[in-house]
Structures are given as structure tokens and as C-alpha cells.
């Protein structure tokens, strides 16, 4: 898979996992129990994840195979 097409993958990843975000927002107060856990386990720590992964994900991959060919 090249570096292009991970890049893509994570981008869409973050866009639709941001989307339980916005309906946690704007949903009304008493339906806030039914996003709470989706939001709290899945959404927020994938868009996390996604997120430092473009935006350091390269530096990361560089830094660890150059410590592998230095072993």
C-alpha cells in the first residue's frame, strides 16, 4: 500500500468517525446516554489515533526503520 493511499485511508477514517461527534453535540439532552459510549470508547480514540498517525505517522515510520537497519 503506498504511503498516498494510507494517507487517504485515515483521512476518511477521521472524517467518519467524527461524525458521532457532531450528533453527540447536537442531539437533544435526554438522548445523551445513547452516544455517550460510542463517542467516549470508539470515536474519540480512533480520530486520536488517526490523527497523530497523519500527522507524525511518517516521521514515526522513518525514525523506527532507521533504528531497525541501525541494529
Known sequence: ???TA????LRWIHLVFSIPIIGYIY?????LPNYAPVVRYI???LIV???LSMWIGRR????SSG?????
Not at 6 to 9: D, E, F, N
Not at 67 to 71: G, I, K, L, P, R
Open 60 to 63: 514515526l515510520r522513518r525514525a
Open 6 to 9: 494510507k494517507r487517504t485511508l
Open 49 to 51: 489515533l488517526t490523527g
Open 67 to 71: 533504528a531497525a537497519e541501525n541494529s
Open 1 to 3: 500500500m503506498t504511503e
Open 43 to 45: 470515536a474519540v480514540p
Open 27 to 31: 442531539s437533544p439532552f435526554p438522548e
